[in-house]
């Protein structure tokens, strides 16, 4: 499966971003879907999680109350919507994906997802 992010960029604090995610060449059935974002000199971070049936979402504290993570109708998009956004969100941002067989799952552990994308650049200014 391959990923492909887009949406991010440069702007200011107190703005907003939409990140997407799609599948390249299939489909996002059957998969629990999740954001992560590496900033220079850290590790790679989980920001949100989706089940495969989008019904049940999970946040880590960073980004709680401000991100909000997504499907499209068809599940096939996974989308991140980032507002309120500060200069310590600058990082490359990564969609995830694992094969499931619950649609309820939601998955948060970092070694636990078996493929990802190439990542988008997201830029705050102060």
């Known amino acids: 499966v391959q990923l492909v992010e887009s949406g991010g960029g440069l702007v200011q604090a107190g703005g907003s971003l939409r990140l997407s995610c799609a599948p390249s060449?299939?489909?996002?059935?059957?998969?629990?879907m999740g954001w992560f974002r590496q900033a220079p000199g850290k590790e790679r971070e989980l920001l949100a999680g989706?089940?495969?049936?989008?019904?049940?979402?999970y946040y880590t504290d960073p980004v709680k109350g401000r991100f909000t993570i997504s499907r499209g109708n068809a599940k096939n998009t996974v989308y991140l919507q980032m507002n309120s956004l500060k200069p310590e969100d600058t990082a490359v941002y990564y969609c995830?994906?694992?094969?499931?067989?619950?649609?309820?799952?939601?998955?948060?552990?970092?070694?636990?997802?078996?493929?990802w994308g190439q990542g988008t650049q997201v830029t705050v200014s102060s």
């Open positions: 989706i089940s495969w049936n989008g019904n049940r979402t």
């Open positions: 995830a994906a694992r094969r499931i067989i619950s649609r309820i799952v939601v998955v948060t552990t970092l070694d636990e997802y078996e493929y």
């Open positions: 060449g299939r489909t996002f059935s059957n998969y629990a």
